[in-house]
């Protein structure tokens, strides 16, 4: 019996409205938060791309929150070391946080 783990993704649009209404120059800037929860796998990297690239279509800074993923596989965790350039891991599991620290040297290791 195979059971299959289920992903989601959660799109978030702050946009640094103050409470007034008007937008405010000292409140952070617009950004896109990505939530995502689940299993993250292998099978799972081509909706998240998709969740990614649609985000990037808004033109702002992208957060990616994996505070509710329950499990990651390595090819997942290699897919997130290279799309890190321009998107901010936040609320990060220890486990994941730890495993992409150690994956990256590896990865600048073999590379230098």
Do not use: F
Request: proline share 4%.
């Amino acid at each position: 019996m195979t059971v299959r783990q289920n992903l989601w993704v959660v799109l978030i649009v702050a946009l640094g409205v103050a409470a007034d209404g008007v937008l405010a120059q000292a409140l952070e800037k617009p950004k896109i938060t990505l939530a995502v929860g689940g299993t993250l796998n292998a099978a799972a990297i081509a909706d998240l791309d998709r969740a990614i690239d649609g985000a990037r279509q808004l033109q702002q800074p992208i957060v990616l929150d994996l505070s509710e993923v329950a499990l990651i596989d390595r090819p997942t965790l290699k897919y997130l070391i290279d799309v890190k350039h321009d998107i901010r891991l936040v609320v990060c599991p220890d486990y994941v946080e730890h495993w992409l620290d150690r994956e990256s040297a590896r990865a600048q290791a073999c590379e230098g």
